[in-house]
């Protein structure tokens, strides 16, 4: 709901658990006011201003309090260089328009033919707020060079001590939560890879040192935007704590033309006091119901190629494979990398999207057809944005990649990246996915982008800024069409595993491909990272071979499924090297999983536990799935029990395994009685059902 008082000059945006407040000042200048528990719009006019306890004139008197800075000695979120060389921008408001849960403030500069808007959405089931800003230059003459367009500032009120909560990383160990105190002065998270990035995710959770698991307020943020980006955190001499983010790393600037405007993605923002873990789950009620395009749809079972094979696909081998997925329930089978092109390695072939004569002598469609008839989907692995100098294509188009001219192009992986703001780029791209996907029986794309940017620049464009921005553009133009033009087709969101996992390609995928570490006692906390602020219904799991490939750690095979199926099970390990026992238990899981799957999959998610012993409960109506781990201690330590979450004390519960009955009040106060036997990795997994 949005309320406006005309004296005092504030909106008020409520959300069923939450508020926000913003007021015009005097000047015109539209001030930050309120972001906290629920304020009636009376109590949201009374709230005071923040007062800087050292005014002096070395400070700015409005100390951390613009919605959207343009001036001060903090970070500034709009940066603009006017033609004749005026920096600074004076804001003239404009009116507002209120269209349900959508606000738009209007603002003009007061001088310079430069308009603003302010966008604001709130929804009923959701604490999110949405946030973003149109600049538009009004004026016929010179163009103006924006040198930082954020999507949104934010601002807490001030706490005690303030303590940020980010996930760190690189490939094939994303999504490390880290948490610790905001130091003085500027934080700069940022990506400059062109990708969201396995270093970092554009999420920032913010509380005063003291909130937990189960209590505490956090104020978090998430960017949608998949290139690269800037969140810079500011812990003032004031003590205020502001941060402000959008699209592009520093550096990245953008020409404004006469009639042109910009639109920066989506900055949204979440206040909760119900802790990390009340946060992270109303991230992913709004990730499920506004952001994800099939939200509602159950993810199926995937069978995944790639560490069986590499490079080494061919129709045979894939059938092969295929029928033993089929057999262990898989219920869509992707076909990885090494399929098209002169691609027996990663030097050579991408962009050459034609399948591999030799493995595929009549094509793609006897393996799809095989596929089908043993009743699974059918997916492929494709890396669009990417092209070896080894390929026909490279060699016909090497001005199509983003380069600099008479500078060194850089390779990795042996790839270059081709250049998705140019029309052409975009259109062939577009082309032979397009084909790809009408002229087979094709439902799963496996979108992967499998190196950051280098050396990016469009010779000639005299706009270089915009490589960077137009290329994520594109990428999404494509994936739209692609969903719009067929209706069945589902899309993996992948960037050498999860480094290009956010709200904004999520917005047009159905799950992410989590890590390219499948290893699953590494997996438990890069799960718990990816789970901080996405849900299960997008992490894709899948149990791979062991010893595994990467780490070397032999783990039981009902571990590496109780992990995976935290997620989106999937298998993704050599069937053929299992044995016929293997292969039946795995069946067994499958089964298993399929049972859980809406609890998992749909359900509301609870972390429990610390190490040695953790778990993740997830609760859907009468029905509560507990997968608890247990990584190796010592002879004589009891771990502390697994106290589940959001029972109801009064009622009983039955495990759907032993059929014994226990009391909620029990399980609350006493914790899960689980099997873990040994000092080694165990696991279980716990059903249980309200009885009425
Ligand atoms: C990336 C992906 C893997 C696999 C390979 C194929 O690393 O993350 O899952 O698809 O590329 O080359």
């Given at each position: 709901m949005i309320e406006f008082d005309p004296t005092h000059r504030i909106w008020l945006l409520s959300t069923p658990a939450s508020a926000y407040a913003l007021r015009l000042d005097e000047d015109d200048t539209l001030c930050h006011a309120h972001w906290g528990?629920?304020?009636?719009?009376?109590q949201a006019a009374a709230v005071p201003r923040f007062r800087n306890p050292a005014e002096s004139t070395f400070e700015h008197?409005?100390?951390?309090?613009?919605?959207?800075?343009v001036s001060g000695f903090g970070p500034s979120a709009l940066q603009i260089r006017f033609p004749g060389g005026a920096r600074e921008i004076e804001w003239r408001y404009d009116g507002h328009v209120v269209d349900g849960g959508h606000l738009t403030i209007h603002l003009h500069d007061r001088h310079y033919p430069l308009a603003a808007e302010l966008h604001y959405r709130v929804r009923e089931d959701s604490d999110v707020l949405e946030r973003w800003t149109v600049l538009r230059h009004t004026g016929t003459d010179a163009p103006m060079e924006l040198l930082r367009a954020d999507s949104a500032s934010w601002s807490v009120p001030r706490l005690p001590d303030y303590r940020l909560s980010q996930v760190t990383g690189a490939w094939s160990s994303e999504f490390r939560l880290r948490r610790e105190p905001v130091p003085g002065g500027e934080t700069v998270l940022t990506s400059r890879r062109g990708v969201s990035g396995h270093h970092a995710n554009p999420w920032i959770m913010i509380d005063d040192g003291g909130a937990g698991e189960h209590h505490g307020e956090v104020w978090s943020t998430a960017l949608a935007w998949s290139g690269s980006w800037r969140v810079t955190v500011h812990r003032s001499s004031a003590e205020r704590l502001c941060w402000t983010g959008g699209f592009g790393h520093e550096g990245v600037t953008w020409w404004l033309g006469p009639g042109e405007s910009l639109e920066t993605p989506v900055f949204a923002g979440l206040y909760s006091a119900g802790g990390f873990g009340g946060t992270s789950r109303a991230w992913h009620a709004y990730i499920t119901r506004h952001v994800l395009p099939a939200g509602s749809e159950l993810r199926p079972v995937i069978y995944n190629s790639w560490e069986a094979t590499?490079?080494?696909v061919t129709e045979e081998g894939q059938k092969r494979l295929a029928a033993l997925a089929a057999e262990v329930g898989a219920e869509l089978f992707v076909m990885d990398d090494g399929w098209f092109g002169a691609r027996d390695s990663d030097g050579a072939g991408l962009g050459d999207w034609a399948p591999n004569p030799g493995k595929f002598p009549a094509g793609l469609d006897p393996l799809i057809a095989e596929v089908r008839r043993l009743g699974m989907r059918f997916g492929i692995w494709v890396e669009p944005e990417m092209v070896n100098p080894d390929s026909d294509l490279y060699r016909a188009h090497p001005d199509w990649v983003l380069h600099q001219p008479d500078r060194h192009r850089t390779l990795l992986r042996n790839q270059l990246v081709l250049d998705f703001g140019r029309p052409e780029v975009a259109a062939w791209a577009h082309g032979w996915l397009d084909r790809l996907v009408d002229g087979h029986e094709i439902d799963f794309l496996k979108w992967d982008m499998n190196r950051a940017f280098t050396e990016a620049g469009r010779p000639g464009s005299g706009d270089p800024g915009r490589v960077w921005i137009d290329h994520v553009r594109g990428v999404y133009d494509i994936m739209d069409r692609l969903r719009a033009d067929h209706?069945?087709?589902?899309?993996?969101?992948?960037?050498?595993?999860?480094?290009?996992v956010d709200?904004?390609?999520?917005?047009?995928t159905d799950e992410a491909w989590t890590s390219d570490n499948t290893d699953a006692a590494d997996r438990i906390a890069i799960q718990h990272g990816y789970g901080q602020l996405y849900p299960a219904r997008t992490m894709a799991a899948w149990v791979t071979d062991s010893p595994h490939f990467l780490t070397g750690r032999d783990l039981p095979l009902r571990f590496r499924f109780h992990v995976a199926m935290a997620g989106v099970l999937g298998i993704g390990g050599d069937l053929l090297s299992w044995s016929a026992a293997e292969r039946e238990e795995a069946a067994e899981f499958v089964a298993l999983y399929k049972e859980i799957r809406p609890v998992v999959q749909h359900g509301v998610q609870y972390r429990l536990g610390d190490p040695p012993l953790t778990g993740v409960q997830y609760v859907a109506d009468e029905r509560v799935v507990v997968l608890a781990w247990r990584l190796p201690t010592s002879f004589g330590?009891?771990?502390?029990?697994?106290?589940?979450?959001?029972?109801?004390?009064?009622?009983?519960y039955r495990d759907d395994d032993t059929g014994i009955v226990h009391h909620g009040a029990v399980l609350l106060a006493h914790g899960l009685p689980l099997d873990l036997p040994g000092t080694g990795y165990a696991s279980a997994l716990v059903r249980l059902t309200r009885l009425p």
């Open positions: 528990r629920p304020l009636t719009l009376e008197p409005r100390e951390g309090e613009a919605e959207l800075p590499g490079w080494a209706p069945r087709l589902r899309i993996e969101t992948c960037a050498g595993g999860g480094g290009r709200l904004g390609v999520l917005r047009r330590v009891s771990p502390v029990p697994l106290r589940p979450r959001a029972l109801d004390p009064d009622a009983r």
